[in-house]
């Protein structure tokens, strides 16, 4: 099996788009604009054959049209959302999808948008605005049991799986995770280190999902602090992350 290549792409104000290349092939994820894709493209002597879409938002998808029409390259995004995907040729499910030799497993993710997906290349996973390092996306098409459910099946990828999400939104990610869980010391150390890298200019991705388990407050419904600290002790799982994630909208 030929080695994934995976190149950060910094689109827009604080957007994150992908370059994956195996062998050949090589697919662009969530191309909010033109420019930065194509410098990347340019400096890499690299060719795009395939688009690939989270989720339909502008700022993912911005890219699709002009980038299928100058490389002839293949749009793939969510069937259930095949008339929102700018200039889709291949609607994909949870049947998954295959890149060359590699098999990509789709996980639909409702609840940012009914028709989200995250992209898993072997132990990558393209998030979208579902799972942000530290965060979650907002409620602009689901219910909180459907985000919370949508982040599960995240999280129940192995540990040591990198989490490649649609936005550096992580410092301020981090401070709201503090203000819920201030006692959790793994939370404190990657703070400082994000403190670090941003100053630095450099990306908070990717992180992994043992990382995003101990820290991302919306994994951590079951913290006996976070219960503690918004008086929810006995309340439900979903009860709890809706709780976080209007705290969080209102941060
Ligand atoms: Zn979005
Ligand atoms: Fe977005």
Not at 194 to 209: A, C, H, Y
Not at 221 to 247: C, H, P, Q, W, Y
Request: charged share 25%.
């Amino acid at each position: 099996m030929t080695a994934l290549e995976i190149t950060v792409i910094p689109c827009l104000q604080d957007n994150y788009a992908y370059l994956v290349r195996a062998g050949d092939l090589c697919a662009v994820i969530d191309p909010a604009e033109v420019g930065p894709v194509e410098a990347v493209l340019k400096a890499s002597g690299t060719r795009l054959t395939h688009i690939l879409n989270t989720h339909h938002h502008w700022d993912h998808s911005g890219g699709n049209r002009e980038l299928k029409a100058a490389y002839d390259a293949e749009v793939v995004g969510p069937e259930k959302d095949r008339t929102r995907i700018p200039a889709i040729d291949t609607g994909v499910d949870e049947n998954g999808w295959q890149f060359g030799d590699f098999k990509v497993q789709v996980l639909e993710v409702p609840a940012h948008t009914r028709g989200a997906v995250a992209y898993v290349f072997g132990d990558a996973v393209f998030t979208g605005d579902t799972m942000f390092v530290m965060g979650c996306g907002r409620l602009f098409e689901g219910s909180a049991e459907m985000m919370h459910a949508s982040l599960a099946k995240i999280a129940a990828l192995p540990d040591d799986t990198k989490v490649y999400c649609g936005h550096e939104y992580t410092l301020a990610n981090a401070r709201f995770a503090l203000s819920v869980e201030p006692g959790n010391a793994a939370l404190q150390q990657r703070f400082k280190e994000i403190e670090v890298l941003r100053n630095d200019g450099k990306f908070s991705v990717p992180s992994t999902i043992a990382l995003e388990k101990a820290t991302n407050p919306f994994l951590r419904t079951n913290s006996a602090e976070i219960r503690a600290n918004l008086g929810m002790a006995k309340a439900d799982d979903v009860a709890v992350f809706a709780e976080i994630r209007r705290r969080k909208d209102n941060f």
